[in-house]
């Protein structure tokens, strides 16, 4: 499964929908655009499925094309992707993963990230998303968290010590970010541990989450720049498998990762 950079899908069906409304009514885009008080550029992404639909022009085109109301209706369908397209296969197994195990070498992983520090990283994105997408996928990200509350799931994440050293918001709020590390370490099925910089190693390529689902079956997931590869093959699990444990033997104990954590947080 990988990223695509095409709009989502209900865009394109919405604008050919309203496309095929206004064409059966005998309506010009023109005369759309000044009823709606709307730029005919506009219009024309709009039906083109490159630009989101907007519930203005939705009730309007309703109107004068007398759709009865079916037009409005497809706003439900355009609200923002809960999350990132190419990332949405691997969400559906880590809700229902019994063993994750996560290498992350420079941010906090999804699962552990404060409210803070997932808004920080979303105001950040290139290109950048707008008010509405950043509160669905923040509410989605902190949601996906309730995973951790299942005692019979196992959780571990390898941290790199630049992910837990660098701030992606103010001074307070990675203090409270590294707190909250330290506590979801305490939880019985919850374990953390940092790799320290330094050194040639297979984790310097990029983060990968390795998992085992219900039915046993070993999955990795590897995520790169607006693409994530989810593959159950054999042989590429396995080869993400000997790096993970090749990682596990630089990294820091759990206990020895809690007091790392804590002292930097005391310094900041």
């Known amino acids: ?42 219009i024309k992404s709009m039906e083109q499925g490159r630009r989101k639909p907007t519930l203005r022009v939705l009730e309007v085109a309703d109107q004068m094309f007398g759709a009865r109301g079916l037009l409005i209706a497809a706003n439900e369908y355009l609200k923002p992707e809960k999350f990132a397209s190419y990332s949405q296969d691997f969400m559906r197994y880590e809700a229902e993963a019994l063993v994750l195990n996560w290498y992350e070498p420079l941010l906090i992983p999804g699962l552990l990230q404060t ?28 949601e996906r968290q309730s995973v951790l509350e299942k005692q019979r799931k196992a959780f571990n994440f390898v941290v790199g010590e630049a992910a837990v050293r660098y701030p992606v918001d103010e001074t307070n709020a990675h203090a409270r970010q590294l707190h909250h590390l330290l506590e979801m370490g305490e939880r019985r099925n919850v374990t953390i541990q940092v790799l320290r910089l330094g050194g040639a190693h297979p984790g310097l390529n990029g983060p990968f989450v390795l998992l085992e689902t219900a039915e046993h079956e070993h999955i990795a997931y590897v995520e790169a720049q607006e693409t994530g590869v989810l593959s159950a093959e054999p042989v590429k699990v396995s080869m993400i498998t000997q790096r993970h444990a090749m990682i596990l033997r630089r990294a820091l104990s759990p206990e020895e990762s809690a007091n790392f954590i804590r002292k930097l947080a005391e310094e900041l």
């Open 115 to 142: 409210e803070e520090t997932v808004r920080a990283l979303l105001r950040s994105a290139c290109p950048v998303l707008d008010d509405e997408t950043i509160e669905e996928r923040a509410a989605a990200r902190l």
């Open 1 to 42: 499964m990988e990223g695509s950079s095409q709009p989502p899908m209900s865009w394109r069906y919405c604008g050919n929908q309203l496309k095929m409304w206004r064409t059966q009514a005998g309506v010009t885009r023109e005369e759309l655009a000044k009823e709606a008080n709307y730029e005919f550029e506009s």
